[in-house]
């Protein structure tokens, strides 16, 4: 049975009962660009924690083009933090690593602001 990814993933998977029970959101894909935004899993997901203004962060490889903002979506490209693409493949668990890292710094502002 065919069913559009949107509702496969929200309901099928249940997404849409998690963004109710979550804080924050960690997905991602190899590149970040204007097809992230044509249904595909990643952003399908992220939309409905940044509806509901939910940090959203979204670790990818390289991100490209005139992207849309949102003060809840966090982008980290791991790109940055190599001399190459090679290199980042090569070595994706140090930029998991970083991602980690930066997230688990981030998270921790947060819950310092929201306990001020």
Known sequence: KERPATKFIMED?????EVQQCNALITGEG???FQ???NKGAMIVASQFLEKEIPVFF????????LPENDHLHVIELSEYFD??????KEFDKGIDIAARKISKSLIQMISKKDV
């Open 31 to 33: 590149k970040y660009d």
């Open 13 to 17: 998977l249940g997404v849409s009962q």
């Open 59 to 66: 670790v990818c490889g390289i991100s490209e083009g005139d």
């Open 84 to 89: 190459s693409i090679d290199e980042s493949i």
């Open 36 to 38: 992230s935004y044509m």
